[in-house]
């Protein structure tokens, strides 16, 4: 059986208004042939058998959402072509809704919705359609699928899931100021007419704010927000479906817009004056008064700066930052009675100025702040107030007037003052003061040289309140009398070579002097009157309060006279001039040729004579030389000792040898090994006598001091010593096959040579003349003393 369509594709229907349409594709049976009765098919055989498609299949079906009729609505019609309308059919469903919300006629194949349908919930339905045989409810067709889809009405409404809705705009804005957006859904088909088509519309603050009809895009109207005036707006959004027509559904939504602030205002103070009060008393630093400006901003835009535009000479003003106010105090101590009533200008100023809104005008206010000062009672006043500086001459009188104190009570009613010295200022009592003239006169004899100032405080108080007392320093300055003479700085000493040449400088001293006169020091220098014809010795003022001594001649003798006194005197200026007289050591000392200092007659200083850092530098270099010395000393004696006399050991070769090629020829251990002479193993006669320094051998063979003695009386000593090792030589087959010379040189008890050292070389014979000694110099004089001819008793020595 091939199924086929017998009433046509698609089934219209029409009621109430509404439309349902049953949509059906047109499908046909392919053939072997080309036969349609049924009773050809059934008559051929096996052979002729057709394969036969699917007669019926539709997409789908659609069905009006939110149906409100009594009856069930229709949706559709299913058939099958091999329904020949006989009954022998049966329509079946089955899947989402079915038995339920779908129903179908089991012979007509009618299908009808029971439920009245919400597309916003479920959009469609999946359904499968099954034709059977009734009586034996085979299928006849493969089971197929459609799908029931809701057709969508305008029956929701625009809604704003996200409201209320919350925004912010800066005051004075310009028109156009984009504030925030809003949205509104709405769940009808937006794929199927305007059912889902939303505008937006302001309902109530059109005035201030629109909105964009297709974004919902909130912005500004005007461009005078003002937050002072007011700081928020309540706005009324509608959004409407149906793209705003007639008939259209709508929702709203509640949009807050708050106005943030702008520094759009400046500071006022809200009075033009401010008055205060304060003692005149006060410290400084004191606050006097507070004063505030306000601004009709908020936050930062309201941060404030105070100043002082007039009265800054004894008032401050600073900043409280947690309060903004301003805080007028103290900058110099006031003063009653020099001036009672201060009026300070404080001016405001915002820290934060808008450049946009400069043109509104100053940022800035200014007020009057006016202190009142009290009076109070005040100590005396000293005048000058830093304190008084006096002098006087050392050598007044007691009870010579030094200076006069002045203080007086500031206070209106000028009460009398007195005065007095504190002692522990001047315990001595130097100074006496009149109680009530301040007069400071003096109360024992004055010596600049001891101290040559005085400070002294000076106590001032009322005389009927004790309480009130103040303090002045005076400097008292002693002025210089010459009364001390000149003197020499040090006891000079000086030193001067025997031959010495006539105008060379010797020394040069200085003066000291305890007076201080105020045109400064001068002094004049001559020899003392007693030594002003001095032949040897002439004095040079040199002008600057120093003076020079020079040699007058030639030619000095220490054996004559090694010291002579130089007395010298010294006068200063005045007045009166004072004179003094010092003396100077000169010593005579003999020096090398060509120098013109002593080496050995200086004066050494003794440590007493030295300060403490120079004593202790001084013993430290003493210590240094000694520890010096020392070493030097000991490094000579281990020398000596390991230095041996290599003239006690001579070794002579005189061979030719063979020649470059002959290797053998030499044996250099020898010379090597000076020392070192094998054994000669047939060798029995008695200890080995090796060739050692004399004074070794002397303590080998003699046992010390008496063995060198022995050893230098009995010659054959060497000889013996001599003879073995001749004796070791020749048993020795190691020897070189030549001779060796050796040399033994010992000088014993006396020697031929007699002694070489020079004092034995001055006698009467001798033909040598040493006179010419004496013109080397004092270094070699004394040389020359013990040459010179007539001494017989050198010649025995």
Known sequence: MAPYWTTGACTLLAALGLLSCCSFHWCEASRTSGSTSRGNRQDQGPSSLERVKRGWVWNQFFVVEEYTGTEPLYVGKIHTDSDEGEGNIKYTISGEGAGTIFIIDELTGDIHATERLDREEKAFYTLRAQARDRLSNDPLEPESEFVIKVQDINDSEPKFLEGPYIGSVAE??????????????????????????????????????????????????????????????????????????????????????????????????????????????????????????????????????????????????NTDVETQEAIVSIKKPLDFESKRTHNVVVEAINKHVDPRFVDLGSFRDQTIVRVSVSDIDEPPIFQPAEGAVMEVQEDAKVGALVGIVTARDPDVKNKPVRFSIDRTTDQEMIFHIDPNSGAITLGKILDRETAGWHNITVKAVEADNHTMASHSAVSIRILDVNDNPPELATPYEASICEDAKPGQLIHTISVVD????????????????????????????????????????????????????????????????????????????????????????????????????????????????????????????????????????????????????????????????????????????????????QWIQANRVGGGAEGAAA???????????????????????????????????????????????????????????????????PRFRQLAGYYAPGNPEEEGS
């Open 172 to 317: 004075l804005s310009p028109i156009g100021t984009s504030v925030m957006k809003v949205t509104a859904s709405d769940a009808d088909d937006p794929t199927y007419g305007s059912s889902a088509r939303v505008v937006y519309s302001v309902l109530d603050g059109e005035k201030f704010f629109k909105v964009d009809r297709h974004t919902g895009i909130i912005m500004t109207a005007v461009a005078d927000l003002d937050r002072e005036t007011q700081d928020r707006y309540e706005l009324v959004v509608k959004a409407t479906d149906m793209a705003g027509q007639m008939g259209g559904l709508s929702g709203s939504t509640t949009v807050t817009i708050v106005i943030t602030d702008v520094n759009d205002n400046p500071p006022r103070f809200p009075q033009k004056m401010y008055q205060f009060s304060v003692s005149e008393g006060a410290a400084m630093g004191t606050p006097v008064g507070r004063v505030i400006a306000t601004d009709a901003d908020m936050g930062e835009n309201t941060d404030m700066s105070y100043l002082i535009k007039e009265g800054g000479e004894l008032f401050k003003v």
């Open 514 to 693: 305890r007076d201080e006169p105020q045109s400064g020091h001068r002094f004049y220098f001559t020899l003392a009157p007693e030594d002003s014809s001095n032949r040897h010795f002439t004095l040079w003022d040199v002008k600057d309060n120093t003076a020079g001594i020079r040699t007058q001649r030639s030619g000095f003798n220490r054996h004559e006279q090694n010291v002579y006194f130089l007395p010298i005197l010294v006068v200063d200026s005045g007045p009166p001039s004072l004179s003094s007289t010092g003396t100077l050591t000169i010593h005579v000392c003999g020096c090398d040729t060509g120098e013109n200092y002593c080496r050995s007659s200086t004066p050494l200083l003794t440590l007493s004579s030295l300060s403490p850092p120079a004593s202790a530098a001084a013993l430290l270099k003493v210590l240094v030389l000694l520890i010096l010395t020392l070493k030097r000393h000991r490094k000579g004696q281990r020398m000596a000792e390991d230095e041996e006399d290599m003239r006690d050991n001579v070794i002579k070769y005189n061979d030719e040898g063979g020649g470059e090629q002959d290797t053998q020829a030499y044996d250099m251990s020898a010379l090597r090994n000076l020392y070192d002479f094998p054994e000669a193993k047939s060798c029995d006669s008695g200890p080995d006598i090796r060739s050692l320094p």
């Open 711 to 777: 050893a230098a009386a009995d010659f054959s000593l060497f000889k013996g010593y001599i003879r073995k090792k001749v004796e070791q030589a020749d048993a020795d087959l190691s020897v070189p096959p030549y001779d060796s010379f050796q040399t033994y040189a010992f000088e014993g008890t006396s020697s031929p040579a007699l002694s070489l050292s020079s004092i034995h070389t001055l006698s009467t014979t001798s033909e040598q003349d040493f006179s010419y000694l004496s013109d080397w110099g």
